[in-house]
């Protein structure tokens, strides 16, 4: 009988998804993604960019480091943690095949992610950014300069050259029949 996985986004780290995923040899979480009959196990390219963006607003650090933040500011010196079980609410991710790309309406090929955290397909993003600083050379007054944008909300890209600087990629690390 074929295991019943949820296709999933990424995660928080060392969360479970319902399907149970494990962890890399690297230790970070393994997500599943299923479309079609494929099974692809998807992580972040390596990335500076992935590094610094700061895309868990719940993770337990920021958690850790408000509750310091506030202890400090009412005069306390030391946070006093307890070994009680986490009973915040636990988000329940979205599954792959159910989000569609803002552009094409279809589940993302080549997934890509913007600053700003949209997903999108990497063909749709760049030929979006592509056609849409084009377009601007002919408007924008002379010797100004395009700046790229996402297509979803028009923030801007830094660092894009139009060959995936500035966003991030997700790309397969190990595709497997089911």
């Given at each position: 009988m074929a295991e019943t996985?949820?296709?999933?986004?990424?995660?928080?780290?060392?969360?479970?998804?319902?399907?149970?995923s494990s962890h890399g040899a690297d230790g970070e979480p393994i997500h599943d993604l299923r479309t079609g009959g494929l099974?692809?196990?998807?992580?972040?390219?390596?990335?500076?960019?992935l590094a610094s963006?700061?895309?868990?607003?719940?993770?337990?650090t920021s958690l850790l480091t408000e509750a310091c933040a506030q202890s400090l500011s009412q005069?306390?010196?030391a946070v006093q943690l307890s070994n009680a079980p986490d009973t915040s609410p636990v988000h329940e991710v979205e599954?792959?095949?159910a989000y569609p790309c803002?552009?094409?309406?279809s589940p993302p090929t080549?997934?890509?992610?913007?600053?700003c955290g949209h997903v999108l397909c990497g063909d749709c993003l760049f030929t979006a950014v592509?056609?849409?600083?084009?377009?601007g050379a002919y408007t924008l007054p002379a010797g100004e300069r395009m700046i790229a944008r996402c297509p979803v909300c028009r923030a801007p890209i830094p660092g894009w050259d139009g060959k995936g600087g500035g966003v991030i990629g997700l790309r397969p690390r190990a595709v497997f029949s089911l």
């Open positions: 996985a949820s296709d999933t986004y990424p995660s928080r780290h060392g969360e479970k998804d319902g399907a149970g099974k692809a196990v998807l992580a972040p390219s390596s990335s500076p960019l963006a700061s895309l868990e607003p719940g993770s337990s005069g306390g010196s599954p792959l095949a803002p552009i094409c309406f080549y997934a890509t992610i913007t600053p592509k056609t849409t600083m084009q377009r």
